[in-house]
C-alpha cells in the first residue's frame, strides 16, 4: 500500500504534502438600494468623498458673537459696553451679565460698569422707572413688575423702592381695573363665572395684589354687576 503522498506525487499534484489555505474573501460591501431620489444608501454610516464621515460643525458661538480674544482689554470692553447699550437700555446688571458672556475678566467689567455709571450713561434707577412704565402699559401689578426688574438684572432693593413708588401712585391699581375692563370686553359672551374665572387667572399671571383683585372682580363680575 502507498502512502497518500506518494499517491498525490504519481500523478502530479502540486503542492504535495500541505493543503492549499484559500485566500480570504474580499471583505463583503453592503449591497446599496437606489432611494426615491436616485441616491444610493447602505443602511450604514453615511460617507462623505474621501470616506470619511460627514460631521457638521456649526461655526460662531451660536449666541449671535463670538468671545473676546482679550479677556483683559478694557478699552475693549468698553467698547462692547457701548455697543450693547446702544442696541438697548440695560441695567448695571443685565450689562455686566453680557460682558461675561463675551468672556471679560470681571474685574475689566467692574471698572467699565463703574466708569458708565459715572458718565450716567447707567442709571439702574432711571432703567426701573421706565421698566414699570412698560409693566403698567401690559397691565402688571406691582409684584409681576418686581419680578421683571429683577429678571432684567436690577437689584431687588431697587427693583422693590422703585415699583413702591409707582404703587403709591396708583398704577397698579389703575393697571388692574384696566385689565378687568380688558376681560369683560373679550368674555363679555361668556358667563359670569367664566369671566371672573379668567380675570382672576389674568391678575395672578401678573402679579397683582389680591385685595385689588377682589375689589375689580366684585364690581365687574359680580352678578349685579352684570344686570346692570
Known sequence: MISAEEF???????????????????????????????????????????????????????????????????????????????AAARSTGGLRGKLAERGYEPQVIDAVIDRLVELRLLDDEDYARMVVRACVSRMMGMRGAVIELTRKGVDRAIAQSVAQEAAEQGVFDEAAWELGRSVARKARACSVEVQRRRFWGAGGRKGHDPQVLREVAHALFSADASEE
Do not use: I
Request: glycine share 14%.
Open 8 to 86: 498525490l506525487r504519481e500523478h502530479g499534484v502540486a503542492g504535495a504534502g500541505a493543503a492549499e489555505t484559500p485566500e480570504p474573501a474580499a471583505p463583503h460591501s453592503p449591497t446599496t438600494t437606489p432611494d426615491r431620489r436616485g441616491k444610493h444608501r447602505d443602511g450604514g454610516a453615511r460617507h462623505t468623498k474621501g470616506g470619511c464621515d460627514a460631521v457638521r460643525v456649526r461655526r460662531g458661538s451660536g449666541f449671535g458673537y463670538t468671545l473676546t480674544e482679550s479677556p483683559q482689554d478694557e478699552e475693549a470692553c468698553k467698547e462692547a459696553a457701548l455697543r450693547l447699550l446702544d
